[in-house]
């Protein structure tokens, strides 16, 4: 029994020398808090330098106020070009440059009308064109209303769509937290109702506006005919999400009644245009490139504040927050305003056409495009070691609020530069407002908190700090 006793002490010291860590492992972690209290000190500066001496408001508040709304092709929008292009050299970037690209030009022209008449009233609806949609004849459309929730019934309508205006009427699922969720499960017939009934004989389409609440403001937003012949094209537009809870109502006690509208757009030649891009050079790998931006276009109606004019003062402010601190990226860091995102995505894929062409290498890119709300998260498109690696970074972000680092796609500008070792990040701010402007002529200047975008800022420089530091050597590419 006693030399069991002895031997059992024996393995036990045994196992527990075997536990214990070694000077290298002890080195390594040492190593790893002091690193840790570097990186959470240099995320607190960034913080308290957007929060006290940030610019991105008054740059705001310069983009909306003075040249505002700024559709691909229009005169606003090469203002912008000149204006971001200006930003970027007064800011101190190492180098900055124009990136040429053709841009569709679609125009609204003269202000849309639309009503019907019920029960000896004449009632006016909030409306507008939809992006690309064609005009209307000069005299406007007349015809009989028929109601459908979704694309899938509109294609099973058949005969019955003949000569008649289709209403799409799909709300929001309020039910989802996630807004951008509920915006994906409808906006589809915003997009392909015309194509889809149009080959069916509709002479026209308007669909509830791509809103959570109940307004009397219409929703623009881009359109398209798909492959159908040109002779099925109809005219398409938006109406308020109230003139369509009421229309709705209307027709229930009336499916005879008629619908009048009238619009007067139409699409151009293809214009010339630019992405604005500007870098600080990286100071060990200066051919590894991190994107940062957003869009510099925005639809005609409002300002184009949350979509996309936050996006862009706040990727141009991650650039001022590394400089004001001192920090050099030890990778590239390239600022991208891109060009018509709105209505073609022509501008991020010429950007990815001359990052192939001159055979650039990213390691990374952070896109901000959700609205200047409160920050949230990130949402992470990456291979599982990277993914994985981000998430790992949730003790450093969470004491600002940046709870949420979920897998998820990282935004349509970026997302040309999609491979495998290339780590896709899309800024994720509270969603539960942005819907109330977006694509609206509401999306001013005034719905923008200076804190909420400042905030914003110095996320989107936190994760892009962690990721110059620690992105490119978890990967496996090869200096």
Same mark, same amino acid.
């Given at each position: 029994?006693?030399?069991? *006793? ?13 536990? $214990?860590? @070694? ?9 790893? *808090?002091a690193e840790e209290k570097i990186d959470s000190t240099n995320i607190k500066h960034f913080f308290n330098t957007a929060l006290t001496e940030g610019k991105s408001y008054e740059w705001l508040r310069d983009l909306t106020s003075n040249i505002g709304g700024r559709l691909s092709g229009s005169p606003e929008a090469a203002k912008a070009v000149v204006w971001g292009e200006q930003l970027m050299k007064e800011v ?15 125009? $609204? ?10 029960? =000896? ?67 589809? %017939? ?5 194509? *889809?009934? =149009?080959?069916?004989? &509709?002479? =026209? ?18 359109? =398209? ?12 537009? &938006? ?23 009238? %619009? ?20 060990? /790998? ?35 927050? +590394?400089?004001?601190?001192?920090? $050099? ?11 018509? #995102? ?7 894929? #010429? ?21 200047? /709300? *409160? ?56 969603? %539960?407002?942005? +819907? ?7 999306? @001013? ?35």
């Amino acid at each position: 029994m006693k030399k069991i *006793t002895l031997l059992a002490l024996a393995t036990l010291a045994s196992l527990g020398a075997c536990q $214990r860590p @070694t000077t290298q492992d002890a080195a390594t972690a040492k190593k790893s *808090t002091a690193e840790e209290k570097i990186d959470s000190t240099n995320i607190k500066h960034f913080f308290n330098t957007a929060l006290t001496e940030g610019k991105s408001y008054e740059w705001l508040r310069d983009l909306t106020s003075n040249i505002g709304g700024r559709l691909s092709g229009s005169p606003e929008a090469a203002k912008a070009v000149v204006w971001g292009e200006q930003l970027m050299k007064e800011v101190g970037l190492d180098s900055v440059w124009l990136q040429p690209v053709m841009v569709p030009h679609w125009v $609204r022209g003269a202000k849309e009308t639309a009503h019907y008449e019920f029960k =000896g009233s004449t009632i006016d609806v909030p409306i507008c064109a939809l992006g690309f949609s064609i005009a209307t004849p000069k005299e406007g459309i007349t015809a009989e209303v028929i109601e459908v929730n979704s694309l899938d019934e509109a294609k099973q309508l058949g005969e019955k769509a003949k000569g008649k205006i289709v209403f799409y009427n799909g709300a929001f699922d309020n039910k989802l937290i996630n807004t951008f969720q509920a915006y994906g499960g409808c906006v589809g %017939q915003r997009f392909a109702g015309a194509a *889809t009934v =149009g080959k069916l004989g &509709a002479v =026209g389409v308007i669909v509830r506006s791509m809103t959570n609440g109940i307004d009397d403001y219409p929703h623009t937003g881009s359109m =398209g005919y798909g492959e159908i012949p040109e002779e099925n094209y109809i005219p398409a537009a &938006a109406i308020s999400s109230r003139a369509a809870e009421n229309l709705s109502t209307h027709l229930k006690e009336n499916p005879n009644l008629k619908f009048y509208f009238k %619009q007067s757009c139409q699409t151009l030649p293809d214009a010339p245009s630019f992405n604005v891009v500007g870098e600080l050079k990286g100071s060990e /790998h200066p051919d590894k490139i991190m994107v940062v931006g957003g869009h510099l276009d925005s639809w005609d109606l409002g300002d184009g504040a949350h979509d996309d004019g936050t996006g862009i003062v706040q990727s141009l402010e991650v650039a001022y927050l +590394f400089k004001k601190n001192g920090i $050099r990226p030890k990778n590239t860091l390239r600022v991208v305003f891109f060009m018509n #995102e709105e209505n073609g995505l022509r501008g991020a894929k #010429e950007y990815h056409r001359l990052a192939k062409e001159n055979n650039e290498v990213h390691i990374g890119a952070l896109e901000s495009d959700a609205g200047g /709300h *409160t920050p949230r998260g990130f949402s992470i498109d990456a291979n599982p070691k990277n993914l994985q690696l981000v998430q790992s970074w949730k003790k450093l972000l969470a004491p600002y609020g940046l709870h949420d680092l979920v897998k998820g796609g990282g935004g349509a500008d970026i997302s040309p530069l999609k491979d495998e070792h290339v780590t896709l990040v899309g800024y994720r701010p509270d969603s %539960q407002r942005y +819907f109330d402007y977006h694509h609206a002529v509401t999306d @001013t200047f005034d719905k923008v908190n200076k804190r909420e975008l400042e905030l914003g800022s110095a996320s989107m420089a936190s994760i892009l700090y962690l990721m110059d530091k620690y992105l490119y050597t978890s990967d496996t590419l090869k200096p």
